[in-house]
C-alpha cells in the first residue's frame, strides 16, 4: 500500500505588509545616514528576528521616550503612538521619525474627528497592545476599549444616539464582525467607520488561512508570540478546520511529533515576518518528507508607502536616495527581507 504523497501549501500572499516593509527600511535608512546608534520606541515590529537583526546593527530599542539621551534621533515604531509620547520627544529635543503604518494613521484620524464631534468611540482591540494605546491616546476621555465580544454587555455609554466603533487593524475580521454585531443589538445607532479599519493585509493573509485550513492536517504559522496579527492566524485556521496548528518564530521550534500523520502541512507567516523565516520553515519541512509545495493564491498585493517625510527629507539633503527599496538596505541578504 502506497503512502499517500506528503505535500505543503504555501499561502500567499503572507509576510511582510507595506506599513511594516516601510517601518523596517525605516531604521536600515535612518541608521546608514545618521549612524548607529538610532533610538527606536517599543519594537519597530512586532517580529524576534527582525528587532535582534536591527539591533546588531546598531538600532537601540527602549521602552519609553525618556530613555534616548537628550538630542538623540529616536524613531517610533510602525504600532503607532499618542499625542503625549510626541510632547515628551519635544521636551527632550529629541529628532523623532514617525514611522507609524499609514493606515493606523487613519485610525488616529478617525479617533480625532469622532470626538471633535463629541461621540463615544468603541474601540475594538486588545487591552494594551500598542496600537491601542496610542489610538486611545487621541482621545482619552472619549474612547471605550471593547476586548472582543464577551466585552460587549458591561459597555457604557453617554448617549446611545452618539456611537462608533473602531478597530485595531490586525484583529480577526470574524471576531471582529461578531462583536460588531453584539454591539449593534445594544446599540442599533451605532455608526460605522468611514472606511474599512482592519488592514488590507491582515484580511488578505486570514483569507489565504481560511481557503488552505480545511485541506491541513497541520497550520504552520511563522511570526512571534508578540504580533496580533500572527496569533490570529493561527485561530483563523483552527477555526476553518485545521486539525492542528502552531505559532513558531524559527523552524527549529517546530516539534517532529506534530508531523506523525500528518500528509498536508500549511504555511504561512505573519504581516511582520521576512520571508527568510518561512523559506528555513520550507526547507526543514523539506528535510521530512514534505518536499512538495503548492502555493495558495488568495489576493494579490502591490501597495508601497514612502517612507517617513522627516527621513525623505533628511536623505534628499544628504544626496542619496528616498526610493524604499536600494541595493545598501539589501546588502545583508535578505535577512530582513
Not at 517532529?256 to 505573519?270: P, Q
Request: glycine fraction near 6%; charged fraction near 25%; proline fraction near 5%.
Amino acid at each position: 500500500m502506497t503512502e499517500p504523497t506528503k505535500r505543503v501549501l504555501l499561502a500567499a500572499p503572507r509576510g511582510y505588509c507595506a506599513g511594516v516593509d516601510r517601518a523596517v527600511v525605516t531604521v536600515e535608512r535612518a541608521l546608514e545616514l545618521y549612524g548607529p546608534p538610532v533610538y527606536v520606541r517599543k519594537q519597530i515590529v512586532h517580529n524576534k528576528h527582525v528587532v535582534a537583526t536591527l539591533e546588531q546593527r546598531g538600532a537601540i530599542f527602549v521602552d519609553e521616550t525618556d530613555e534616548v539621551p537628550e538630542g538623540a534621533t529616536v524613531i517610533f515604531s510602525a504600532h503607532g503612538v499618542a499625542p503625549v509620547v510626541h510632547e515628551e520627544a519635544r521636551a527632550l529635543s529629541l529628532k523623532t521619525i514617525d514611522a507609524t503604518c499609514p493606515l493606523v494613521t487613519k485610525v488616529h484620524r478617525e479617533a480625532v474627528r469622532f470626538a471633535s464631534a463629541d461621540y463615544d468611540i468603541l474601540l475594538i482591540g486588545h487591552e494594551g497592545h500598542e496600537e491601542v494605546v496610542g489610538t486611545s491616546g487621541e482621545a482619552p476621555q472619549h474612547i471605550v476599549l471593547v476586548d472582543g465580544p464577551d466585552d460587549v454587555d458591561t459597555i457604557e455609554v453617554r448617549d446611545p444616539d452618539k456611537v462608533v466603533w473602531l478597530s485595531q487593524t490586525t484583529l480577526s475580521v470574524d471576531e471582529t464582525m461578531e462583536t460588531v454585531r453584539r454591539l449593534r443589538e445594544r446599540f442599533p445607532r451605532l455608526q460605522d467607520p468611514p472606511s474599512d479599519d482592519i488592514c488590507y493585509a491582515t484580511q488578505n493573509r486570514q483569507l489565504a488561512v481560511k481557503e488552505m485550513a480545511p485541506q491541513c492536517d497541520l497550520m504552520i504559522v511563522v511570526g512571534s508570540r508578540n504580533s496580533s496579527n500572527s496569533v490570529r492566524l493561527v485561530e483563523v485556521a483552527l477555526e476553518h478546520g485545521a486539525r492542528d496548528g502552531h505559532l513558531v518564530d524559527y523552524a527549529e521550534e517546530i516539534d517532529d511529533a506534530w508531523l506523525r500523520d500528518v500528509t498536508t502541512v500549511g504555511v504561512t507567516s505573519g504581516a511582520s515576518v521576512p520571508e527568510i523565516l518561512v523559506r528555513s520553515v520550507l526547507d526543514h519541512l523539506a528535510d521530512r518528507g514534505f518536499g512538495a509545495v503548492e502555493t495558495v493564491v488568495a489576493a494579490e498585493e502591490s501597495l508601497m508607502f514612502a517612507l517617513p517625510n522627516e527621513l525623505r527629507r533628511d536623505l534628499k539633503a544628504a544626496g542619496m536616495s528616498d526610493k524604499m527599496r536600494h541595493d545598501a538596505a539589501f546588502a545583508e541578504a535578505g535577512s530582513l527581507h
